[in-house]
């Protein structure tokens, strides 16, 4: 008998819910409903979408239809959330962070280990052709030795003391730009070289200690008409990071409030032999460069499986997304695909985002090698 074709249900519909729903129409997966952060929100975004909307959680997950759970909703409802889909025998497709702790993406990773269920995390850049080219520059040894790595994630859509979201008011220990980006340009650095993190150092900095946020939600961006008020941001709006992976050393930046930096995500690995650097921004070409010859430019290569136009016709942010949609459907009924990041991957960043926060508040080098151990 042929098995059923999977159904996809959505918790939380805001920006990253939305490229959810569009890489999934897109890839013809049928989508029974979705699930908003209120009841009356939820029923007109369904109807606008021409969706079922769930009333609850407990109604989407008894929804025998509903096969896979795509989680994204805010950041504190990731790990009770996907801990009831996966006991609910529903697979999991989680965006980042997994969870707030090292605690909550633990017990998420042994909750999915015993369930026999897919799960998955949503570290969009692996989608890019270019990206999945630079790893195999790097592993396959044409850098020649990795000797170190640079790299940024620098954004402004935080640079006002008027500019809201419910990131901004996340407790200090949940941290911020370094969870929201800086697990992103972590999650890069580790999967294009190979490499696992030992020993970070790092710097945080608020560049507003107040911020103003709209009355009655903390969901929405302040606008200009809106009533408001002030609040202390705990969170940082930047940060330095200075990574050791066992010899291997790295500089990474990262910043919510650098003016004119819309999604300036970088990464460059320099090897013996040469250098490769890829930028989210001008997502199709790897730049390589060595000490006899000029910078140059790789562009896709037409025949990888995550490019699907030719030449001169762009890809980007939500041509990444569907990729990764893409391998984890096809990874349903047979392997999982290794090029995308699975709950071990989603584990290992918080860890990371751990031993980041803790070096900012001793002032000293703190250990990851617990983000080494996914045995859990």
């Known amino acids: 008998m042929t098995p059923p074709v999977p159904q996809a249900a959505l918790v939380g519909i805001g920006f990253i819910g939305q490229a959810h729903l569009e890489a ?34 407990d109604e989407l997950l008894a929804d025998p239809a509903v096969s896979v759970v795509h989680q994204c909703g805010p950041n504190d409802v990731h790990a009770p959330q996907n801990l009831r889909a996966l006991a609910a025998g529903k697979h999991v ?6 969870g707030v702790s090292s605690d909550e993406t633990a017990r998420q990773l042994q909750a999915a280990r015993a369930s026999g ?41 935080l640079l006002y003391a008027t500019d809201f979201n419910w990131r901004v008011g996340a407790p200090a220990h949940e941290t911020r730009a ?18 696992e993190p030992r020993r970070v150092q790092a710097r ?73 650097r890829w930028r989210q921004e001008r997502p199709e070409e790897i ?11 790789q ?7 995550f490019t699907h136009y030719p030449a001169g016709h762009p890809e980007g942010y939500p041509d990444a997304i569907t990729n990764v949609l893409r391998a984890f459907y096809a990874g349903l009924s047979g392997t999982p695909d290794p090029r995308i990041a699975r709950f071990e991957d989603g584990h290992a960043a918080a860890l990371f985002v751990e031993a980041a926060y803790a070096s900012h508040l001793t002032g000293q080098p703190a250990e990851v090698g617990a983000a080494l151990d996914v045995s859990v």
């Open 287 to 297: 730049e390589l460069a060595s000490r006899d010859a000029r910078r140059t430019v």
């Open 178 to 195: 370094v969870s929201d980006i800086g697990s992103h340009l972590s999650d890069l650095a580790r999967y294009v070289t190979g490499l």
């Open 24 to 57: 999934l129409r897109r890839l013809g997966v049928p989508i029974a409903g979705v699930l908003g952060h209120e009841e009356s929100y939820t029923r007109r975004e369904a109807a606008r979408l021409n969706l079922r909307p769930y009333a609850s959680l």
């Open 204 to 276: 945080f900095s608020t560049l507003h200690a107040k911020r103003r946020r709209p009355l009655g939600t903390v969901q929405t961006f302040a606008s200009g008409g809106a009533e408001t008020e002030a609040f202390t941001v705990t969170t940082e709006d930047q940060a330095s990071l200075w990574v050791d992976y066992g010899g291997i050393h790295a500089s990474f930046e990262l910043s919510q409030v650098a003016p004119g930096h819309k999604n300036d995500l970088e990464l460059e690995v320099l090897g013996t032999r040469g250098s490769a």
């Open 93 to 98: 497709f989680s965006e980042k962070p997994l």
């Open 117 to 157: 269920r897919q799960t998955a995390v949503n570290f969009t850049y692996r989608g890019y052709a270019a990206v999945q080219a630079l790893r195999d520059l790097v592993q396959g040894g044409e850098m020649g030795e990795v000797v170190s790595l640079r790299g940024h994630y620098l954004q402004d859509w």
């Open 299 to 305: 562009l896709k290569d037409p025949g990888h499986p």
